[in-house]
């Protein structure tokens, strides 16, 4: 049985082909595209008007020399939101839920805020290794430990976003199984259950959609710090 909760993460496999390849690719078919008429129906209407909040509010704490990442990390919001609302439909599979996936975008794109700081501002992003007035003797001990936590940004990212969405779908299936089994038993207990359930499902949704916001936010501001 315990098994069996944690297949719902294993990559789909068919005749031998893994397909996550194409749970990865198929989602941007949902998204309509944009046209160069005048107006446009209230669908991409709609995408466009949060599309340019969403890009609008991410700029904000960033300088011009940051906007360049505008459409990646826009891109990124959605690409990390659309995985997740899937992943919340039966007979689905997350691709964001395997960690693999998760550090492949975390690390890239980390280093790249890295190297940009370093190229750009050297002293800068060498002077956030050592804080101002940092007394002598514990200026190695600081550097060390500035340094360990530079490192640990990317994983932190990966596996925040892997932990969340991996714990709601097993607290969502963990849940639903006390149901089927409740309902001949304790047909009242199930219902609660059942209602318990109906209200993590919608925790999940706003989690599924805020784990996407806070992985691009915290891109946003390591990149802050090094434009």
């Known amino acids: 049985m315990m098994l069996s909760f944690f297949d719902q993460f ?43 909040r969403f890009t609008q509010q991410l700029l904000l704490p960033l300088n011009v020399g940051g906007h360049k990442w505008a ?31 998760n550090m492949g975008f975390a690390v890239p794109l980390w280093l790249a805020t ?31 430990i500035e340094t360990i936590s530079l490192f640990i940004r990317p994983l932190a990212l990966g596996v925040r976003l892997t932990a969340n969405l991996t714990a709601g779908h097993l607290l969502i299936q963990l849940i639903a199984t006390a149901v089927f089994v409740l309902m001949p038993m304790m047909p009242t207990v199930a219902i609660l259950t059942a209602v318990v359930l109906f209200l993590l499902t919608l925790l999940e949704v706003a989690v599924a959609m805020i784990q996407a916001y806070v992985f691009v936010l915290l891109l946003s501001l390591y990149l802050q710090e090094n434009v």
């Open 10 to 52: 294993m990559s789909p496999t068919y005749m031998g082909i893994s397909l996550i390849t194409l749970a990865l690719t198929l989602p941007w078919i949902l998204y309509p595209t944009p046209t160069s008429r005048w107006l446009n129906n209230r669908i991409l209407t709609l995408q466009s008007w949060f599309v340019g």
């Open 71 to 101: 459409v990646m990390l826009t891109s990124l919001m959605l690409f990390l939101l659309t995985m997740n609302l899937l992943g919340l439909l039966p007979y689905t599979f997350t691709p964001t839920t395997q960690l693999s996936l």
């Open 114 to 144: 890295v190297i940009i700081g370093m190229r750009n501002q050297p002293t800068v992003a060498l002077g956030h290794l050592l804080p101002e007035g940092t007394p002598v003797p514990l200026i190695p001990v600081l550097i060390i």
